[in-house]
């Protein structure tokens, strides 16, 4: 009785070399929402508002609030 919705997401290691292609390439794709970050924390970017996290899935159901269960923050 309801729907459960998922957003395309991938997730994957790259060097930092690779950033400003990746940058450059993405800008040409304003629905693709990215965040660029190391494990130290030092690189720390995204396209998006950074204080917000971003759901990938959610469900509707008929007379239900929504359930977001999955976000990528």
Do not use: C, M
């Not at 190391?38 to 469900?59: C, L, M, R, Y």
């Amino acid at each position: 009785n309801g729907y459960v919705y998922q957003k395309a997401y991938l997730e994957f290691f790259t060097s930092a070399e690779n950033i400003p292609a990746l940058r450059s390439v993405l800008k040409t794709f304003p629905g693709v929402n990215y965040h660029f970050v190391n494990k130290s924390g030092e690189v720390n970017e995204t396209n998006t508002d950074d204080e917000q996290p971003i759901a990938v899935t959610w469900g509707v159901f008929a007379g239900k609030e929504i359930v977001q269960p999955t976000v990528v923050d």
